[in-house]
């Protein structure tokens, strides 16, 4: 089922009954009544990747934790994209970063009785133009920090390459006009980035990791040549010495850009025998996007072998099994 493409409505469908009747004789053996309609997981649910209109999410920090606890979420980070110094639409404004620091602390204290809100960036990598992540750690005093790279800088011409976002002919374009079209090298330049920023900066996590293979669309490589297998192993190589989690990035499959989770299937199965710790992600940037593709995602986890995922709890990360 794992070889190649996977059909996830019908793997969502089959695991979903499967935990359903899991559950179902659990509960019956043990003897307790209970009513299925109510019944949510055994799994704690969360997400710690979290967009809102500090940066480029569409909604209030309040508004998320509304409906984190609506969904009965036991944990909910947000991690907006930290500023940088380049006029961009996506970052939180330089001017206005205590300000998100300060509501976010603020909702974690009014909601405390309710759900566990924590407070993190998803902060830029660019060699030579991106501030120290510690920096930003120190300033807001974060729970935890997403590292992640979104421009690929040149490494000779020192341009910047925009990878994400939903529009293919300004990757092909930036592909074109920056790299001269050399795809080898423009994803070894965002490969070599984030084994930089894993080394130089040292996240708590890792984010999307392989979503230079997003808007690329298997037209100009796929992830199964041996040149592209060989950089995300040198990347998995340091991120076992250094000991980040990889989040498992749902955004992808639910905005429909990508066929696939970020990262993909072969590289999940490359972080489980490797034993590199993971969590599922949302990279929400509306409230209903929460919980997209969760369940899923776990279930997808579960097959290639994960036992556990990695929660942000009392100040610290720790395993939490998948149930
Ligand atoms: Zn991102
Ligand atoms: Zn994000």
């Known amino acids: 089922m794992l070889g190649g493409k996977i059909n996830y409505t019908k793997l969502w469908i089959i695991l979903r009954i499967f935990n359903y009747k899991l559950r179902y004789s659990t509960l019956q053996s043990s003897g307790y009544f209970i009513n299925f309609m109510n019944f ?8 710690f990747h979290t967009h809102t209109s500090y940066c480029d999410g569409n909604s209030e920090p309040e508004a998320y934790v509304k409906k984190a606890i609506e969904l009965d979420y036991h944990s909910l980070g947000f991690s907006g994209h930290a500023p940088i110094p380049l006029e961009n639409g996506f970052a939180i404004k330089e001017e206005n970063l205590l300000d998100y620091c300060d509501a ?5 204290e009014k909601y405390k009785d309710q759900i566990h809100i924590h407070l993190a960036l998803e902060i830029d990598y660019i060699p030579g133009i991106t501030k120290d992540f ?31 976002g939903g529009n293919i002919a300004h990757y092909d374009n930036g592909l074109q006009q920056i790299f001269n079209g050399d795809i080898r090298l423009a994803v070894k330049a965002y490969y070599h980035q984030i084994n930089q920023m894993i080394t130089s900066q040292n996240p708590d996590m890792i984010g999307h990791l392989d979503k230079i293979k997003m808007n690329n669309k298997n037209r100009f490589f796929t992830q199964y040549e041996k040149w592209y297998k060989d950089l995300v192993s040198e990347t998995i190589t340091i991120i076992k010495e250094q000991g980040s989690i990889v989040e498992v990035n749902t955004r992808g499959l ?9 990262p993909g299937i072969p590289v999940l199965k490359e972080l489980f025998q490797q034993k590199i710790p993971v969590t599922i992600s949302a990279d929400a940037h509306k409230p209903e996007e929460l919980n997209l593709y969760f369940y899923e995602t776990a279930a997808i986890l579960k097959e290639i072998g994960f036992q556990t995922v990695m929660v942000f709890d009392n100040g610290k990360w720790k395993e939490e099994a998948i149930c």
């Not at 949510?40 to 997400?47: A, D, I, P, V, Y």
């Not at 930003?136 to 341009?159: A, M, R």
């Not at 639910?254 to 970020?262: A, D, H």
Request: contains cysteine; proline residues 2%; glycine residues 4%.
């Open 134 to 164: 510690n920096d930003f750690s120190k300033l807001c005093l974060l729970d935890y920090t997403i590292g992640s790279v979104h421009l690929v800088i040149h490494p000779e011409n020192k341009q910047l390459w925009f990878i994400d």
């Open 254 to 262: 639910y905005k429909k850009r990508s066929e696939e989770l970020f």
């Open 40 to 47: 949510t997981n055994f799994m704690n649910l969360f997400n």
């Open 104 to 108: 976010i602390r603020k909702l974690g």
